[in-house]
């Protein structure tokens, strides 16, 4: 839905149900939600080095105007800030500014920041609200919506956590502008994503809006829109992940493998890894006969054309050997009972959960794909 210049989407959770906002200048609609549902709140702004220098000043500058209280934590960029050490640091930084329970933490960033201040909103003083103001494509399109934060352990990535639901969601498109143009398709593998979960129309519409789309053009905005509202649906349905949102890790398995041997560097963003483990999760779909070998063609080279790597092949660090990978595999969040979940497909838009997967079968397909 449109409401005036931005698209709203509500993620239906009952009393815990929430708005997200979507277009240019968006964060001017923080204070005005605030100043409605929030008056005399304090906020914590939780950001990054990077994030600080290029957009705080505009969210700041919408806060004062409105009156609005306010105190800022500045981390590190980089994954390796969701770590315990920076969790403690903005936690104490919170309480040590005197924030009470009822105000109200805004987590300005990426992935990163909106996971970490996310976490951190959880646990300080047992709980406070937070605001995600998303500022990179992948977090407006993915982890900024649903409620899942966390930091990681050496063990794997976002292993320590909580559910926590934010009270709302500003994805301004005006801080993509500054996007480098990598980051952006990173931010689109997610976003296609969504299309390529259940949405074959979406997808199409994709495919001819796409040079669009990278020019951040209208479409973008629309993109990113559809794009949440499917997350948000299944969101809705299922929150903790008891089945159907499983649907969202579609093409992670794999991703998240590769970007473990990847060692988390630049070398491998999130979104590129989850545009390879896509493309391997139709291949070895097509291999059981589910999947139609043109499906996963025509998927192949939208992704290419957003600039995204599609094989084993476009890795650029040393590749990993398939019993690696099985390792990293075995170490994710989607094996239950030591058995693997995957989320397989019948085509675009066709993605299913599928547990009981076997791993000697996966290894053998991996084995191949790296030869
Ligand atoms: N990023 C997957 C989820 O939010 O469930």
Redesign the pocket.
Do not use: A, T
């Given at each position: 839905m449109t409401q005036g210049q931005f698209h709203t989407v509500r993620v239906a959770l009952g009393a815990r149900g929430y708005d997200i906002k979507i277009g240019e200048n968006a964060f001017e609609t923080v204070a005005d939600f605030l100043c409605k549902n929030h008056k005399g709140r304090r906020v914590g702004i939780v950001t990054d080095e990077n994030v600080a220098a290029t957009q705080l000043g505009r969210l700041n500058k919408s806060l004062e105007a409105a009156g609005i209280a306010h105190m800022e934590v500045i981390v590190a960029a980089g994954e390796a800030s969701k770590c315990f050490a920076t969790l403690e640091m903005i936690v104490e930084a919170l309480i040590g500014a005197r924030l009470e329970r009822g105000d109200i933490v805004i987590a300005l960033g990426g992935g990163v920041v909106g996971d970490l201040a996310g976490f951190a909103a959880a646990i300080t003083r047992r709980g406070m609200d937070f605001i995600q103001v998303p500022t990179s494509l992948l977090a407006q399109v993915?982890?900024s919506?649903?409620g899942?934060t966390g930091i990681n352990s050496r063990l794997g990535k976002n292993l320590f956590g909580a559910f926590h639901q934010p009270l709302f969601v500003a994805a301004d498109l005006t801080a993509l502008e500054t996007l480098p143009a990598r980051q952006f398709a990173s931010g689109y593998g997610e976003l296609v994503k969504h299309a390529l979960i259940c949405d074959e129309d979406f997808f199409d519409w994709l495919d001819a809006n796409l040079d669009e789309i990278l020019a951040r053009g209208p479409a973008l905005a629309t993109a990113i829109a559809r794009a949440v509202a499917i997350?948000a649906t299944i969101?809705a349905k299922d929150e903790r992940?008891a089945g159907e949102?499983a649907l969202?890790?579609l093409g992670h398995t794999f991703g998240h493998a590769l970007e473990a041997a990847a060692g988390y560097s630049g070398a491998l963003l999130h979104g590129e890894a989850v545009a390879i483990g896509c493309v391997l999760a139709h291949e070895y779909s097509s291999r059981l006969g589910l999947a139609p070998a043109h499906d996963g063609a025509r998927m192949a080279k939208h992704l290419h054309r957003a600039g995204l790597p599609t094989t084993l092949a476009d890795i650029t660090v040393e590749p990993p050997t398939a019993p690696e990978l099985m390792t990293l595999i075995g170490q994710d969040k989607k094996v239950t009972g030591g058995a693997l979940t995957f989320v397989l497909t019948r085509g675009i838009g066709k993605a299913f959960v599928q547990p009981g997967v076997d791993g000697v079968l996966v290894e053998a397909f991996l084995k191949e794909k790296l030869e």
């Open positions: 993915d982890s919506v649903g899942k997350k969101v992940e949102r969202l890790n």
